[in-house]
């Protein structure tokens, strides 16, 4: 396991202090959530963005009953 140094002021460190600790966590665990989440987001919008793209070149869009016609439901 890789081990990860983060300089941090005293105010940020109360702040991480605080934070883990009202949700039960280490720090190490918060920013480990932190970063995930991060990527996470930044993964699904560029995903949206690229979904919008194709929209936009092709608008057409298809009803409920479409769907559950053309997938049996």
Known sequence: ??????RTNEEETKLFKSYSALHG???SEAYKRALL?????EFD????????????????THSLDELRKTYGL
Not at 45 to 59: D, L, Q, R, Y
């Open 25 to 27: 966590i280490s720090i």
């Open 37 to 41: 989440e991060k990527i996470e987001d």
């Open 1 to 6: 396991m890789a081990v990860v140094s983060v």
């Open 45 to 60: 919008a560029a995903e949206m963005a690229e979904e919008v793209e194709k929209f936009n070149k092709n608008p057409k």
